[in-house]
């Protein structure tokens, strides 16, 4: 009923830049024909046609098919792992400034968890966090920091006290300090270049959507960015099944170290 999926894939891409190719067809094919149906379009041709005159749609769409689902500290366990055993090993490998990326960061819970955490146990000057993400609109919702207070269950007590200003009953800002150690870019991990020299690169819950070819690809990108002994932290629902052929090795559950010299 709605026309060719290859072809809107490819107008997609040209339209975008975003190769839905190398998500997951099933899935993503599923969420957007979902999403057409929901606002009235019988055709392909059609939604594409309004998108490009639409940009309430453009941008709905944009943030529907990149899947924006975060909170601070998400899976509490883990961030557990990272500032008592990974950290500790980034520091000692470290004297300088640590560098961080997260990767399709969303709106923003993550990196500024990371900011958060890192302001714990180092100097301030020392810390350098990159955000990227390939929606842009919800990167601009990121800078501004404006965040609900289910999505900040996770935050401790301490750290919402010194790190968040209470707007209303439901919302919170977060703090320029806090801010100031994020630099928030758009990115497409399938395109673009990646950053280098990194000790640390987060990307949880994103690459599940993907396809087998397009994960090797960005782990692979991933390893080129980290340092020696460097660290990737990918989520609950990933894992990385031989590593040891993408240069890593295991140290946790779900997360990841660079062999040296790999």
Known sequence: MLGNYED??????NLTNIDLSYYKERQMKRRIDALIDKRGF????SYVFELKQNKVLYDEFLTYITINVSEFFRNPEQW?????????????NNIGEIRVWSAACSSGDEPYSLAMLLSKHMPNSKIKIYATDIDSQILEQAQIGLYNIKSL?????DMLANHFKQINETTYQISDKIKSFVEFSRHNLLKDNYHKNLDLIVC?????YFTDEAKDMIY??????????GFLFIGSTEQIIQPNLLGYKNFKSF???????S
Do not use: A, D, T, W
């Not at 269950?153 to 007590?157: D, H, I, N, R, S």
């Open 8 to 13: 809107f894939k490819k107008i997609i891409y």
């Open 42 to 45: 019988k055709k392909y041709s």
């Open 80 to 92: 557990k792992v990272l500032e008592e055993e990974v950290l500790p090993q980034i520091l000692e």
């Open 153 to 157: 269950k996770g935050v401790p007590e």
């Open 204 to 208: 949880r819950n994103v690459l599940i």
């Open 220 to 229: 692979k990108g991933f390893h080129n960015s980290l340092k020696n002994k």
């Open 255 to 261: 997360f990841y170290q660079k062999n040296q010299n």
